[in-house]
């Protein structure tokens, strides 16, 4: 038996081998006894290998000697076991959208991280707990499915209005750029915004933003593969859409991963 823990600013995340078969599980970094509980119960004698951020602190909690391992370097080691294998073969970028943004390129043994963002799952929790009240991520993701980002995003053509515009009209020229004087959220008069309309525009905004560093990434370093990853990304097909069109649109070829968020937990796995 064994455990690899990535410990997120979000998510706990956990891939272990219990009697011989490999599970995925996670707990909230909010609440790192449980999942320090957890795997005292669970995993009484097992070797544990621990990374990110809050790793040391659940370490701590877990009171047993246990591994630690750099969070990157994890991350890049444990998503090659998820990634089909015609796709690791050339060089990629790797998005890890969790919290916040961490970009990377890898060829084969090398990565190399090469930036990232403060935007991520965590601006869209955090922006839609002041716009809207919600504080769940399913109930904001759920809203957010259900709103049209037409309604407070400023696109091109609004821009241009009847004329050719010198790019695609579809673009979104301003991120709720039209959100007009004296606006406010669901009040449900001329003018105002609905939650889910304004939850769609968070997400897009993110969405755009984190497609748009990763396609000059990617440029910059001769790729065109972006590997996408991140609990942000689950159960959230509006930010899915939004990354997929827009690094589409920009010439990349977008790839998102299944259990992607567990890259890191998996890499911390393979140590031990
Ligand atoms: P981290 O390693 O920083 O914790 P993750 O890859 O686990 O990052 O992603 C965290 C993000 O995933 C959150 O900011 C949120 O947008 C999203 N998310 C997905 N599922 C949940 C959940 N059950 N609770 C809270 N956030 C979630």
Redesign the pocket.
């Known amino acids: 038996d064994a455990a690899g823990i990535?410990?997120?600013?979000?998510?706990?995340?956990i891939a272990y081998v219990k009697g011989g078969v490999r599970r995925l599980c996670?707990f909230?970094?909010d609440r790192l006894t449980e999942a320090a509980d957890w795997l005292r119960k669970e995993l009484p004698a097992a070797p544990l290998c621990l990374t990110?951020?809050k790793g040391a602190k659940l370490a701590a909690l877990i009171g047993r000697d246990t591994e630690m391992m750099p969070e990157f370097e994890a991350t890049c080691a444990g998503i090659r076991l998820l990634l089909p294998p015609a796709l690791g073969e050339s060089a990629f970028l790797l998005a890890?959208?969790?919290?916040?943004t961490s970009v990377h390129v890898i060829d084969g043994e090398r990565n190399l991280r090469i930036g990232g963002t403060g935007l991520?799952?965590?601006?869209?929790?955090g922006l839609a707990r002041l716009l809207t009240g919600l504080d769940?991520?399913?109930a904001?993701?759920t809203a957010a499915a259900k709103g049209d980002r037409g309604t407070a995003d400023l696109k091109v053509r609004h821009i241009y209005e009847g004329m050719e515009p010198p790019i695609d009209g579809d673009l979104t020229a301003s991120n709720f750029g039209r959100v007009f004087p004296g606006a406010v959220i669901g009040s449900g008069e001329e003018g105002s915004i609905s939650r889910e309309d304004a939850l769609a525009s968070v997400i897009g905004m993110v969405g755009e933003a984190v497609a748009t560093l990763c396609v000059h990434a990617a440029a910059a370093h001769g790729v065109k593969t972006i590997v996408y990853?991140?609990?942000?990304?689950?159960?959230?097909a509006p930010l899915r859409q939004a990354v997929e069109s827009y690094t589409r649109f920009r010439g990349g070829e977008p790839h998102f991963v299944e259990n992607g968020?567990f890259s890191?937990a998996l890499g911390a796995l393979l140590r031990l």
């Open positions: 990535d410990a997120g600013g979000t998510l706990v995340k996670k909230r970094s990110g951020g890890n959208v969790g919290t916040g991520g799952g965590g601006t869209i929790v769940e991520y399913e904001i993701v990853i991140g609990s942000s990304f689950n159960g959230n968020e890191g």
